[in-house]
């Protein structure tokens, strides 16, 4: 069934075709409409699904943890400090391997007080152990939720897929919402072997002595390892299903290019019509769509960005008394490697402000033409 639905839905119908058990609600723009819809769908019964409404984003989590470790295929959505407020739970999530999944509408953090988008809320959340997954597009975003539960389920660690806020939440775009059978078929019911039950008394979250703590971290850390095959097998049986995938990265007309400029998000729609642009003027430019966030997609980035003799890096996040994350990242990938390619650092377009066609062509001329960044940060369009 083709739809034309905002970006928010997209997530209430992956998650109603995902036939999710429990979903804990709490209102915060702009990620309301998520569990407005679910909470209708519940209502008339197109989705058999506990709803709850609770006091805070905290509590949301906290639901969403118990639902899951009893049994329960569990959702819930949220945005910039309603995440913020979760954080300890996030923490309680990883350690007891709860695959709980959930949306994260980008919103910037106040104060000043904003509901535009960047990617701060979530990047603050990076080292808690979930897996991260930015979405371009809604079709991208409904798909992305559906492999979302099937990845957390087989790695016992929980799922946040990103999207911007107002450009793709509240922006409408045809969607292919599959089958309820095709998706059954795809995504079985969720079957917890070692689970709470009173019939079966077990506890969850003890006290750990140093004794027996290290070692559950490091299973945590190895089940981020094993996610990369995991969730690249999942998305290649779901393009048997549904004719989609996305990959863990997307190169775009990047085997020939001398620069390369690494996205993430719906900045990524908007830099491949620039690329295509700039190819018809004859520069031998690429793109690389940085989609899986967590865990990191180490060798393929590698293997992608080296060949190039620049890499651009656009972040619309910032790591105060640092710099832009995502560029962390590909430093950090490419560290150590002989001769690897300099990256060019840009930050721009935080609390939503646009990041046009003409900033990302200024971005690519000026990896182009110096032969090295001017500073170890390049802020685009501030206004001083």
């Known amino acids: 069934m083709k739809k034309v639905v905002t970006g928010n839905h997209a997530v209430s119908y992956g998650v109603k075709l995902a036939r999710a058990q429990v979903i804990a609600a709490y209102p915060i723009t702009p990620q309301t409409q998520v569990v407005?819809?679910?909470?209708?769908?519940?209502?008339?019964?197109?989705?058999n699904a506990k709803f709850i409404k609770v006091e805070s984003e905290h509590s949301a989590m906290a639901a969403c943890i118990a639902a899951s470790a009893s049994g329960a295929r569990a959702f819930t959505a949220t945005s910039a400090h309603g995440l913020a407020l979760m954080h300890e739970m996030l923490h309680w999530a990883v350690g007891a391997r709860t695959p709980v999944v959930m949306a994260n509408i980008n919103r910037a953090m106040g104060p000043g007080w904003s509901v535009w988008t960047d990617q701060n809320?979530?990047?603050?959340?990076?080292?808690?152990?979930?897996i991260q997954i930015y979405c371009e597009s809604n079709q991208e975003v409904l798909d992305t939720t559906i492999q979302?539960?099937?990845?957390?389920?087989?790695?016992?660690?929980p799922v946040m897929l990103i999207l911007d806020a107002f450009v793709l939440s509240h922006t409408s775009e045809p969607v292919d919402i599959p089958d309820q059978e095709q998706v059954d078929e795809f995504l079985p019911p969720y079957n917890l072997k070692t689970k709470l039950d009173v019939n079966n008394p077990r506890?969850?979250?003890?006290?750990?002595?140093?004794?027996?703590?290290?070692?559950?971290?490091?299973?945590?850390?190895?089940?981020?390892t094993e996610a990369l095959a995991v969730i690249k097998e999942i998305d290649e049986e779901y393009k048997k299903h549904f004719g989609r995938q996305y990959g863990l990265v997307e190169p775009y007309r990047c085997d020939d290019a001398k620069v390369i400029l690494v996205t993430s998000g719906t900045i990524t729609s908007t830099a491949r019509l620039v690329i295509d642009e700039m190819r018809d003027e004859g520069r031998k430019v690429g793109l690389l769509k940085y989609r899986v966030f967590r865990p990191t997609p180490r060798e393929i980035l590698r293997d992608i960005l080296y060949r190039a003799q620049k890499v651009c890096v656009i972040d619309r996040n910032i790591s105060f008394g640092h710099g832009g994350i995502f560029a962390q990242e590909i430093k950090s990938v490419l560290y150590g490697l002989p001769a690897s390619p300099p990256v060019y650092s840009f930050i721009i377009g935080l609390g939503g402000r646009d990041v046009t066609p003409k900033d990302i062509r200024e971005i690519i001329e000026y990896t182009y033409k110096e032969e090295t960044p001017a500073e170890p940060v390049i802020y685009r369009g501030v206004r001083l």
Do not use: M
Request: charge should be neutral; glycine fraction near 8%; hydrophobic fraction near 40%.
């Open 36 to 47: 407005e819809l679910l909470s209708e769908f519940c209502a008339s019964g197109k989705l």
């Open 121 to 130: 809320d979530s990047l603050a959340q990076r080292d808690v152990g979930w």
């Open 148 to 157: 979302a539960f099937k990845i957390a389920e087989r790695v016992l660690l």
């Open 203 to 224: 506890a969850y979250g003890g006290l750990t002595n140093p004794d027996h703590y290290f070692e559950l971290r490091y299973k945590i850390q190895k089940a981020h």
